[in-house]
């Protein structure tokens, strides 16, 4: 039998408790997700740390839950502190750019703005504190319901949330209107009592915040894509019009006519000169803004598949190059992911570039290691080989800062193609180079024999390690300071919080539930990824369709007698093996339904088991709030041990993951563990 709590009362919100807890759940998932993508787009230390929002949200919500039957006023304190983070991001913004522990940063810029070990903690109490308020209004909720339902409406809230930020993202609609979601959620889920309190220390922050969000979209002059806020700037450099282009903050672009281009910098017209065979057929991934797709055009390419993840870099092309390259009848736009394209297109070209394209601030996905690239791996390289025509040519350039990446990079080519590529260093000098492979030997010409990989360079990365740019199978440094110093932060805030750990102590098993759940999901975003393209899109979806599971395996237990928790936990783990044993290169090679359908089977299996067994254990829990707080504490520290990817693999989380739910079970109570 399922244990209830008592009954709460309801207090004196107008909202009943089943709306009000869609609601606020809703605006929690809306308000980590906007937080996670504004900040990233002023703070550029958050482009090698996009998880690091997601870590303080993980453990805000889990304080708020941990707060309730301790505090008893309303979490007036949540758009205070949102106010003062949006205050803080606008006045002091970080643009830097520098090689720092083994991570390749890709520019070369100046730093400005507070360093990252001053701006980063700040970030992560203030997003704690920010989430720390809608969820407490959340687990407020719980108590009133019984334990599966208001786990239910919580799903259901969550993946509303998650539908109102992905239709603003569609519309490219500005922050201001993030802004104006959260002023009205925290209208509506904060009491006007006492009414002085309720205007000082809600409605007038929450109205600071639009004004402050519409000032920065009407002065800025961004375009909001789903990836970037993307800003540019028309000026005219020796007689040449040139549009610069910055994204998040980063010089990322320029818009120059390609007799400028060519005659400026070497490396765009090498590509066509080590092609034994003038193209007729070309694939661009990496388009852009367009000048690599004008400067195809103006060497008498019949056709040109130009592929760009941006929607909103193509319309600047469109609209501001000075060759209108997108305008040309020759030109077809595809805007997806270049790896995704390679592994659905059927076409053959006689030239495929990778014209300057780099995972510098991909999707800010929520449990993403963003040093990843899977167009840099040696099976892209081999889906690239496929898709060249007899005597066709495949060629990659850009500013590579290391020498031994661009033997890396080389040594990949080489793997793919089976023959030694061209290389050539245009300029040592951020090491601008051009690497071109022939499908045969007799397909390219070398200048010069490439001299070859060294005992220093690292080997090709492949699709379970895709970290390119990272050159020692380990876990850089900084990351270590960075996780250590959020693991104590949060034992502290926990203690600070929800008072002595043995509160906590009955719900051990719920916290290793939370660390495997994490580690779970984010090999099922990163799969995706791979077999899909990290798109938006893609990355929405996927986290739709885990709520979705989720919520399904919810409702299983609530509707249905499911097994007792050792046959689910035995369930769980062949969902696991099931995954270890399905390799991806057998998933790519399904046509796309087929693929769709083993990767939603394979992915999904052990997240609806472990949901199961969530489900099952948490209806018997005591303290709804507190175990349910324990095991986003839990997702927490999931968020930092899948760092553990740079090292083992994505593959290897799932051997983590297993330990963790083995762990979960040996720590099962008795009656938990008999319970059907």
Request: hydrophobic share 50%.
């Amino acid at each position: 039998m399922t244990l209830q709590a008592p009954q709460a009362r309801t207090g004196d919100h107008w909202l009943t408790v089943r709306p009000r807890l869609v609601l606020a759940s809703a605006f929690m998932l809306f308000l980590e997700l906007a937080l996670i993508r504004w900040t990233g787009s002023n703070i550029v230390h958050l482009s090698y740390f996009t998880n690091f929002v997601l870590l303080g949200s993980f453990l805000g919500i889990g304080l708020g839950f941990l707060r309730v039957g301790r505090a008893k006023g309303q979490p007036y304190y949540s758009p205070v502190v949102l106010f003062g983070l949006v205050v803080l991001v606008i006045m002091f913004p970080v643009t830097v750019d520098r090689d720092t522990e083994g991570v390749l940063y890709w520019t070369s810029l100046a730093t400005k703005g507070p360093p990252a070990w001053l701006i980063l903690p700040v970030i992560f109490c203030a997003a704690a504190l920010v989430l720390m308020g809608p969820a407490e209004l959340v687990g407020r909720c719980f108590p009133e319901l019984p334990r599966l339902e208001a786990y239910r409406y919580d799903l259901i809230g969550s993946l509303t949330g998650i539908a109102a930020f992905t239709a603003l993202s569609f519309l490219s609609a500005p922050p201001v209107f993030w802004g104006v979601v959260a002023a009205l959620a925290y209208g509506v889920l904060l009491t006007p009592r006492p009414l002085v309190s309720y205007l000082g220390l809600v409605t007038v922050p929450s109205l600071a915040v639009v004004a402050l969000l519409l000032a920065e979209t009407l002065t800025a002059g961004a375009l909001w894509s789903p990836y970037y806020k993307v800003t540019f700037q028309q000026k005219n450099v020796l007689g040449v019009p040139v549009t610069d282009i910055s994204v998040n903050g980063i010089p990322h672009q320029q818009a120059v006519p390609a007799a400028a281009r060519l005659q400026w910098e070497r490396q765009y017209g090498l590509p066509y000169e080590r092609a034994a065979t003038p193209p007729r057929d070309v694939l661009i991934v990496g388009a852009g803004s367009g000048t690599d797709v004008a400067i195809a055009l103006s060497k008498g390419v019949a056709r040109v598949d130009a592929v760009e993840i941006d929607p909103k870099l193509r319309e600047l092309g469109g609209s501001k190059h000075p060759d209108h390259p997108y305008d040309d009848p020759r030109v077809t736009t595809h805007i997806t992911d270049g790896r995704a394209f390679l592994e659905r297109t059927s076409t053959k070209y006689d030239l495929i570039l990778f014209a300057l394209p780099d995972s510098l601030t991909l999707v800010s996905g929520a449990s993403s290691l963003r040093l990843e690239s899977y167009l840099f791996t040696e099976e892209a390289m081999r889906a690239a080989r496929d898709h060249l025509k007899p005597g066709g040519a495949f060629s990659m350039y850009n500013y590579y800062r290391e020498s031994w990446l661009v033997d890396r990079l080389a040594s990949t080519v080489k793997a793919a193609f089976g023959h030694d590529p061209c290389v050539d260093v245009v300029s040592t000098a951020g090491q601008q180079a051009v690497i071109t492979a022939g499908l045969t030997p007799a397909a390219q010409r070398c200048a010069a024999p490439w001299a070859g990989a060294t005992a220093a360079t690292p080997p090709p990365a492949g699709d379970d390690r895709p970290f390119l740019y990272l050159k020692d199978r380990t876990i850089p440094p900084i990351y270590l300071i960075t996780l250590g110093l959020i693991l104590a932060v949060s034992l502290v805030a926990v203690r600070a919080v929800a008072g002595p750990y043995r509160r906590m102590r009955p719900y051990a098993d719920l916290f290793l539930l939370g660390v495997a759940f994490l580690l779970l999901e984010t090999k099922s975003v990163t799969g995706f990824a791979l077999l899909f393209g990290t798109t938006w899109v893609v990355n929405a979806v996927v986290f739709a369709g885990v709520l979705v599971a989720v919520l399904a395996a919810v409702e299983v237990t609530r509707r249905f007698r499911t097994p007792p928790l050792p046959v689910m936990y035995g369930v769980l783990l062949a969902g696991l093996l099931l995954a270890w044993l399905v390799p991806n290169a057998w998933l790519l090679s399904l046509p796309l339904p087929l693929r769709a359908l083993a990767a939603v089977t394979v992915a999904f299996l052990p997240i609806f088991a472990a949901n199961v067994v969530f489900a099952k254990r948490f209806s018997d829990a005591a303290d709804a709030a507190t175990s349910f707080g324990a095991n986003l504490l839990g997702a927490m520290v999931g968020g930092c041990l899948e760092y553990l990817a740079l090292v083992i693999g994505y593959k290897g989380l799932l051997i983590v993951a297993a330990l963790l739910y083995l762990g979960a079970f040996a720590l099962l109570p008795r009656r938990g563990a008999v319970s059907a």
